[in-house]
């Protein structure tokens, strides 16, 4: 054989060999289980927004494997995303994301933020509400507002789950453009949003700020009344009838997304993957009922938007939670 025919040989094999590598790389799937992470307790809308997921998943065989939901919840996040962590470039865990993910960092909450994991879709954005027991006094937003500005101590607001994200900015925005003193404010926190509506079933709390998704099963069976939107018109179907914040005397608009992120070192193949995956959900029928049926806004974004999105929205939070008083200004 010719050098010249041995060196052709030898780099076809090598050129086969990388192409191969290549191809490996960019056909990713999973192989085993997959975790859907959730930094909240069962009954809150991060929960359900996981179990959804799964169900059309699983139902339109999307995922190669079997998929599991595992709940985490505490430190507004932090055992949730230092779980995730431990599994750095292991495509087999997501986790369901909020704003909160940024907001807990930048109010020194946690010390894991977006930049230390793997951004990969932003799914939908909701509305945030206010509501009272069904038997409460207080009858609107704007009743609401008039008792605080008496008295900031006189009710208190069930908040899931830290001081400064989507949930608490739904009634904080509304309270300080209403003059009220935040400091003043009685907010307990819980560890998920089905953990503050219990307590306000139970009397334990007056008002609780949540998102649309969350508050909907109470609503429908009449054991809340839904008294302000923190949108900026008002919504359609069951929430109808309820007026936003604006309407009620309070420049208020306050919305939260949720989408996925992943372990931080994820590969291009597994981000890939998942950018796939995701696509595919946010044009499931059965994903845009969900939507419609409980008032959530299309937004799907894939990672490389998702990454750019967060990268704006930090800077963006950080001057809205210092406005709220929420975050010490920078010197």
């Not at 996040?77 to 704003?99: M, P, T």
Request: no cysteine; glycine share 10%; proline share 5%.
């Amino acid at each position: 054989m010719s050098a010249t025919r041995g060196m052709a040989v030898v780099l076809a094999g090598f050129t086969l060999a990388v192409s191969g590598t290549f191809a490996q790389a960019q056909s990713w799937q999973p192989d085993k289980n997959v975790e859907i992470v959730i930094n909240t307790a069962p009954g809150s809308g991060q929960d359900s927004t996981g179990r959804l997921i799964q169900k059309i998943l699983q139902d339109q065989k999307a995922v190669p494997t079997s998929i599991t939901v595992v709940n985490k919840p505490g430190g507004g996040g932090a055992i949730a995303y230092g779980y995730l962590q431990s599994q750095a470039g292991n495509g087999h865990f997501v986790s369901i994301a909020s704003k909160s993910l940024l907001t807990n960092h930048i109010s020194g909450r946690s010390k894991v933020t977006y930049s230390d994991l793997t951004p990969l879709a932003i799914l939908f954005d909701e509305y945030i509400t206010v509501a009272v027991k069904a038997d409460s006094p207080i009858k609107n937003g704007r009743e609401l507002l008039e008792r605080m500005k008496k008295d900031p101590g006189a009710l208190s607001f069930g908040v899931a789950t830290s001081l400064g994200n989507p949930n608490h900015q739904g009634i904080a925005m509304a309270l300080k453009d209403a003059g009220i003193d935040l400091r003043k404010t009685r907010t307990p926190v819980f560890q998920s949003g089905g953990q503050a509506v219990t307590a306000l079933l139970g009397g334990h709390v007056d008002a609780v700020p949540g998102s649309v998704g969350l508050m909907r099963k109470h609503l429908e069976a009449g054991t809340i009344r839904v008294i302000a939107v923190a949108a900026p018109q008002r919504l359609t179907g069951i929430y109808a009838s309820v007026p936003t914040w604006k309407e009620q005397g309070a420049n208020a608009v306050v919305s939260n997304w949720r989408g996925l992120i992943g372990p931080p070192g994820m590969t291009p193949a597994q981000i890939a993957y998942w950018d796939r995956v995701l696509s595919q959900l946010s044009q499931a029928d059965a994903w845009k009922k969900e939507l419609a049926d409980n008032n959530w806004d299309n937004e799907y974004k894939p990672a490389a938007e998702t990454r750019k999105y967060m990268d704006a929205e930090y800077a963006e939070l950080r001057g809205f939670l210092t406005e709220l008083e929420l975050v010490k200004a920078k010197p």
